[in-house]
């Protein structure tokens, strides 16, 4: 079965810093365009971030100028680079291929926290 781990989260300061990595398995990773998700408390999930066509992006106006995204196919991983945190960035972090696949199921994903 596919899977899908993230880590990297944590508790972190407004105007911080985090890296959240995300490992996939049973897939063939450089065959799918890869994003990243959150889910805030109370709100439904929501995609952030992906790659498109090749190596493009595209963000959520919510997160541009401050996350990049990049993976490593031959690690099969993928990145988020997250700068100038805010305290609205608090949330479960997923990633998971775009467009989602049924039989791809969601990893437990890695908490972030954005407060002082």
């Known amino acids: 079965q596919v899977q899908f781990v993230e880590s990297g989260g944590g508790l972190v300061q407004p105007g911080g810093s985090l890296r959240l990595s995300c490992a996939a398995s049973?897939?063939?990773?450089?065959?799918?365009?890869m994003g990243w998700y959150r889910q805030a408390p109370g709100k439904q999930r929501e995609l952030i971030c992906r790659?498109?066509?090749?190596?493009?992006?595209n963000y959520a106006d919510s997160v541009k100028g401050r996350f990049t995204i990049s993976r490593d196919n031959a690690k099969n991983t993928v990145y988020l680079q997250m700068n100038s945190l805010k305290p609205e960035d608090t949330a479960i972090y997923y990633c998971n291929t775009y467009p989602l696949y049924s039989a791809y199921p969601w990893g437990q994903g890695t908490q972030v926290t954005v407060s002082s």
């Open positions: 790659f498109t066509s090749g190596s493009s992006t």
């Open positions: 049973r897939i063939i990773f450089s065959d799918y365009s």
